[in-house]
């Protein structure tokens, strides 16, 4: 039996620490760390991400930051393929690849071995689609696609039509069965196609309870704005990012935007944003929850993340 490389994993919500924690394991075991989220992967977006400084990287060599223009989409297609060689060269050095990150979708498709047949744009049919309100896209997709339709940003509209493009392409979704998770959806841009994982993963999923997240959520988004958030996206928009964009690359960026254009107060670009962070925080709890194998820990419990640690050291053995 070949023996299969072994990747920590670092998940949780929004908010829960994750990349702070991930660090002090890299330090610990010898690691390098693939950041997993979404939006992090485009250049000039740092504030609205919460993109780690490097200052608080604190050394640790951090990969799949900055890699990819705003202006363009970035896909888990892409993700995928980049984080395979990462991982390789990671191990390679004989570092330990720790991934880590709140994107599900992104995580699943490198631990689960997916592979992504591609779906060519449908112009005609994207063409009809744009027409149509948010409101009207997600019910279309709810009625192809009920299980994307449970993690999909229902106000993004790039997302929705992409979404439908896929599921009226494909009908049927195949399944992925393997020792921890199956799925019938589309999710996202591509299907999931069933292949054996090539690695051997440990998952440390971080949580807090939710008062004390709502808390965490709001305060970093007052922080970010002090820091000038409202100025990185004004500067991108002078960069050459199209207001209709920032709006596809959604929260902060979609408000933000709205805000600088005058069509929302502060009060109400805030309020947006904090509620709309909250109701992406429960749908990836919802997904992060399918996956029973996960070990879950509280990080405002020093005595819990020692607990995770031990689980890491002890799996690595």
């Known amino acids: ?47 609205g991400t919460g993109k780690i400084t490097k200052k608080e990287r604190k050394g640790v060599l951090h990969h799949l930051l900055d890699v990819a223009s705003p202006k363009k989409v970035f896909t888990v297609s892409d993700f995928k393929k ?29 631990v689960n071995g997916v592979t992504f047949p591609e779906v060519p744009p449908n112009k005609e049919l994207r063409e009809e689609l744009s027409k149509k309100s948010t409101g009207e896209l997600f019910k279309i997709l709810k009625k192809l696609d009920k299980e994307r339709a449970k993690n999909i940003d229902i106000n993004n509209p790039v997302r929705l039509i992409r979404a439908i493009e896929i599921a009226k392409a494909l009908g049927k979704i195949p399944k992925i069965i393997n020792n921890k998770t199956s799925t019938n959806s589309a999710m996202a841009e591509f299907v999931e ?43 991108l928009h002078k960069a050459g990012l199209s207001w209709k964009r920032m709006e596809a690359l959604g929260l902060e960026y979609r408000y933000g ?61």
């Open 1 to 47: 039996m070949k023996i299969k490389p072994k990747i920590i994993v670092i998940l949780g919500q929004t908010s829960t620490g994750k990349s702070d924690f991930a660090v002090e394991v890299a330090k610990e075991i010898g690691g390098e760390i693939i950041s997993a989220d979404s939006r992090q992967v485009y250049k000039g977006m740092d504030l």
């Open 82 to 110: 980049l984080v395979d060689k990462k991982i390789k060269k990671i191990i390679k050095n004989k570092k330990i690849p720790i991934i880590c990150g709140g994107t599900g979708f992104y995580i699943d498709a490198v």
């Open 193 to 235: 196609v069933s292949k054996l994982p090539k690695f051997e993963v440990l998952k440390i999923g971080l949580t807090v309870p939710d008062e004390i997240l709502k808390e965490r959520i709001q305060a970093r988004l007052l922080a970010r704005i002090k820091k000038g958030m409202l100025k990185e996206i004004e500067n």
């Open 257 to 317: 935007a709205q805000y600088l254009q005058k069509k929302i107060s502060r009060d109400d670009m805030i309020e947006k944003i904090n509620t709309e962070t909250w109701h992406y925080a429960k749908r990836q709890k919802t997904w992060f929850k399918r996956d029973l194998n996960t070990i879950w820990i509280n990080p405002t419990k020093k005595s819990e993340e020692a607990k995770a640690l031990k689980e890491i050291k002890k799996f690595l053995k």
